[in-house]
């Protein structure tokens, strides 16, 4: 059961460009969102998070954007540079239900060509 | 150290063997969750611990697979008679009091069993 999916494994774009990365969750109770970036090699690095309260936050370069009516979340990351070029995952959690499990998606791997 | 730290960063062991896995979480930190990345995969789910909370095992693929955290701060991942579908990179998060915080991860233990 993929509580948490991210529905294309690969994405590239033109550096400068608006990278637009997606992800779909099926439980309810989900309040809580985060997307993190990993390089090979390397643990998961935190970007950016989201409350089921709100419906886009902002930093940088990086926003987040849920629609909880279509259980579908997005990073938008404008504009893109060569840099990004990583593996995207978002997770999920409820806070009350589960506790603060953090479930993730499979992963998207973004290449930002100069 | 200022973050997750896990150890071994690799780890070649036999098929058969049992293999300890160590994790430091960052100090103060109550939550503490275990993933598994296999080759091209997501990151697996596998136990999170919550303060004194009975931990939530339901990720563990099989009984060959057991975790403990002693006095609420160093975990131990234990896998009992290895199998070539063990191989994987296993990470260690740890997460702060209240759910709504991101996760920081460890570098991961590069796990292969031949």
């Known amino acids: 059961d993929q509580q948490v999916k991210q529905n294309s494994p690969s994405l590239s774009v033109q550096e400068g460009r608006i990278s637009i990365l997606n992800c779909d969750y099926t439980n309810s109770m989900f309040d809580y969102f985060l997307w993190y970036k990993k390089y090979p090699a390397e643990g998961p690095t935190f970007l950016i998070s989201?409350?089921?309260?709100?419906d886009k936050n902002e930093d940088g370069r990086f926003t987040v954007f849920l629609n909880k009516s279509a259980k579908h979340l997005s990073l938008h990351i404008v504009p893109s540079q060569p840099g990004d070029s990583a593996v995207y995952f978002c997770?999920?959690?409820?806070?009350?239900?589960?506790?603060?499990?953090?479930?993730f998606g499979q992963g998207t791997e973004l290449s930002v060509k100069p | 150290g200022a973050g997750v730290s896990q150890s071994p960063s690799n780890k070649v062991t036999e098929k058969g063997k049992d293999v300890e896995l160590r994790c430091d979480p960052i100090?103060?930190?109550?939550?503490l969750y275990w993933y598994r990345q296999s080759l091209g995969q997501g990151l697996e789910f596998l136990i999170y611990?919550?303060?004194?909370?009975?931990?939530?095992k339901s990720g563990l693929p099989s009984d060959r697979f057991s975790a403990e955290r002693t006095g609420g701060s160093v975990s131990t991942l234990t896998i009992q008679r290895t199998q070539q579908e063990d191989s994987a990179v296993y990470l260690c998060?740890?997460?702060?009091?209240?759910?709504?915080?991101?996760?920081?991860f460890g570098q991961g233990t590069r796990l292969t069993v031949v």
């Open positions: 989201i409350s089921s309260i709100k």
């Open positions: 998060a740890s997460r702060r009091q209240g759910a709504n915080t991101e996760a920081f």
């Open positions: 100090s103060g930190h109550t939550a």
């Open positions: 997770a999920a959690s409820a806070t009350y239900n589960q506790g603060g499990k953090l479930i």
């Open positions: 611990f919550q303060g004194n909370s009975a931990p939530d």
